[in-house]
């Protein structure tokens, strides 16, 4: 797995694609966290703002969480006192998944919310990620607003003025129940295999799915600090495939280390993706009448057979490039209401602003309680084209376009017809460009993918 480490991500810009991370104590330090949250503080605090949920004007207010990392510990500390040391009262909410800070955010009237966590990352990786009032991700220019303003002369507030620091920890229950307030049905009969991937959904997730009617037995529900994402989890599926198998469960469910993703296990061990997921979720919703203007919004990596499954049932799919970030906007901006990503970020925007693992696999495991069939039955309703991926490194990206490689790629999807297609996309963070092609035989979506990785090692190497 590959780890970039503070400000790698883009040109030197601090912010990466989803907040601020690096290896903790070395690249993200407690004095670069204080020196966010304080610039977070003046950026997103807007003191004497109006909270609208007890009705007055005062400190501004931020809510922090967690997940168990054992850097997360010291990096709470300087990201609270960074808030406080600025004027904001914070709420301390301890371990929860990155989407409970979310929601919490907005339940609360914060006027910030800041998770620390490097999601599916190792161990000593961090991260610190901000939110807004209403509890939504920054656009790009207030991540460049608060790079803009680290390090500046600022007055300090003293006496009554400065933030006050309580915990919070009973806000999970918050978080949970409103989860459960969203069911559209109970989970009643089914066994469930539950993989926490030692994450922040460790006491949540089982909570959740127990008070939700599923018997539920867990794995990687044990963090002890060092062992998040350690061999379990949305990125390490086969222990989850064995213990599901061998306790013969109905499904099993795998979050990662912030549970902001979910996959799942069919009872036979075979693995249910975002596309997949996303598919029965919008086929449900679609019969329901909830599936706003009849669209999906997912992004140009999901599988084609994604695609002609909604297309067949007479729905739509609007396409983004690569990230939760861009499915959201894309969402508000059309008054989508369901989006994701074949990784298993899933958003429900009536209920999250953000994707949320748990969520996701509450209402997944919902339908398949409601209609009485298994998850394998489920996920037949698309068939996944095979997949070939094939990263081309050491190339100038700028090429990518090129007039040679257009026609290469535009001969390729003439061959492969309606049962095929080719993405050439340039690496965000690399000097790599990645061939994606998708056919209807493995056979063929290696040939072409390798033919297409000649090209482009040819023309922009």
Known sequence: MSREPVGASSGGRLFGTDGVRGVAGRDLTAELAMDLSVAAAHVLGDAGAFHASVGRRGRPIAV????????????EAAVVAGLASSGVDVLRLGVLPTPAVAYLTNALGADLGVMLSASHNPAPDNGIKFFTRGGYKLPDAVENEIEQRLG?????????AVGRVREAYG????????LLTTLPHRLDGLRIVVDCAHGAAHMVAPEALLRAGAAVETIGAAPDGLN??????STHLTPLREAVVER???????Y??????????????EEIDGDQIMAILALAMHADGRLAKDTVVATVMSNLGFKIALR????????????DRYVLEAMQDGGYNLGGEQSGHVIMLDHATTGDGLLTSLHLLAEVARQGRSLGELASVMTKLPQVLVNVRDVAKSKASAPELRAAVAEAEAGLGETGRVLIRPSGTEPMIRVMVEAASQEQARTVADRLARVVREVCG
Request: with cysteine; glycine share 16%.
């Open 248 to 254: 013969g469960a109905d499904l099993g469910i795998a």
């Open 256 to 269: 990662d280390g912030d549970a902001d993703r979910c996959l799942a296990v069919t009872a036979e061990g």
């Open 64 to 75: 922090v969480g967690r997940d168990p990392r054992a850097s997360g510990e010291f990096l």
């Open 312 to 323: 067949e049932a007479g729905l739509s799919v609007v396409e983004t490039t690569v990230g």
């Open 152 to 160: 500046e002369k600022w007055d300090r507030p003293v006496g009554p």
């Open 171 to 178: 806000e999970a229950d918050r978080y949970v129940s409103h």
């Open 228 to 233: 998040i994402n350690d061999g379990v989890g």
